[in-house]
């Protein structure tokens, strides 16, 4: 099925809902939802995630297990209270999934300066409960090409979601879904973070230069910004993943932004409390760090993109 009304329209003509009033908006549910008891008003969105599951590579939706049981729900006589099964992440062991990013990138389209710009997302998550777990489930299933894996910084319940290179709309689309997710569920994200891989086509630098000139600038916004407003960016203050470190030849993998090759680079010290709009005006202005020199204009450049 592709049509969303299609399924509505199932939903209603096996009993599962009703339709509400024409004053109202969503649908009545007839048997129980979540746990939640009958008569309870759903919209059609959660209904659809709820009973059906998506197929990407046939961009169908297909009846799931939660309709099964409704439909068993409705010939049971008794009506006897029956728990909906709860989805469950599919994670692997840390990095073990390919990452596809050079396939990824060759379906983004360049912008109109001709220079091809990525951007990677890995979206930490402390711990789950069953039910937000079942909830995460759903979102996924509505957002971009990504692999779920457990981390040692987490807990046994918690995921990293990494998703595959993005073009700047549907990053910024992936990450306010992300977000608007973590705070509507009151998601435990202790201790995380939401690392940024951002790349460009046209780089001139070797990674070796690149780190340094990265570490240039996190001396550069360590000197012009307060902690107050570090945190207002970013997130989170600099820490042992993610250090602004004072060394310009500084290697060492923890800190706020690394080379990943000569035509990315990660930034480490975001989380998901970041400003995305501030951070996404420091991307560009530290695109610089591929092409030039770390000079005064530089510093100036970067001091005004974080102002």
């Not at 969303?4 to 649908?27: D, H, P």
């Not at 050079?102 to 409960?129: H, M, P």
Request: charged residues 20%.
């Amino acid at each position: 099925m592709k049509s969303k009304n299609t399924i509505i329209r199932k939903l209603i003509a096996k009993g599962i809902i009703k339709e509400s009033s024409n004053y109202e908006t969503g649908y009545y549910a007839q048997v129980p939802v979540n746990t939640r008891p009958v008569g309870r008003k759903f919209s059609k969105g959660y209904l659809i995630s709820y009973f059906t599951s998506f197929n990407y590579s046939t961009e169908e939706y297909s009846f799931n297990t939660n309709y099964t049981i409704a439909l068993d729900f409705l010939n049971n006589t008794t009506r006897e209270t029956i728990t909906p099964v709860l989805k469950k992440l599919h994670k692997m062991s840390y990095q073990s999934q390919a990452r596809n990013v050079e396939q990824a990138i060759s379906r983004i389209q360049a912008d109109n300066d001709n220079v091809k710009r990525t951007f990677g997302l890995e979206w930490e998550i402390y711990s789950l409960t069953a039910q937000q777990e079942h909830n995460l489930c759903n979102l996924l299933e509505t957002l971009p090409a990504h692999c779920t894996e457990s981390d040692g910084s987490l807990s046994s319940s918690g995921v990293e979601i990494v998703f595959e290179p993005m073009n700047k709309t549907t990053f910024l689309s992936v990450w306010n879904k992300l977000k608007e997710f973590t705070n509507q569920h009151n998601i435990d994200m202790n201790g995380t973070g939401a690392h940024i891989t951002y790349g460009v086509s046209n780089s001139t630098v070797e990674q070796s230069d690149l780190n340094i000139r990265l570490n240039r600038i996190g001396t550069a916004i360590h000197s012009v910004l307060q902690q107050s407003e570090i945190r207002e960016i970013f997130g989170r203050l600099p820490n042992n993943y993610a250090a602004l470190t004072l060394n310009v030849t500084d290697t060492n993998k923890y800190r706020f932004a690394k080379a990943r090759n000569a035509n990315c680079f990660e930034l480490r010290l975001v989380n998901h409390a970041a400003n995305i709009t501030k951070v996404m005006t420091l991307l560009s202005a530290m695109e610089l760090a591929f092409n030039s020199r770390f000079g005064k204009e530089s510093f100036i450049a970067i001091a005004n993109a974080v102002a």
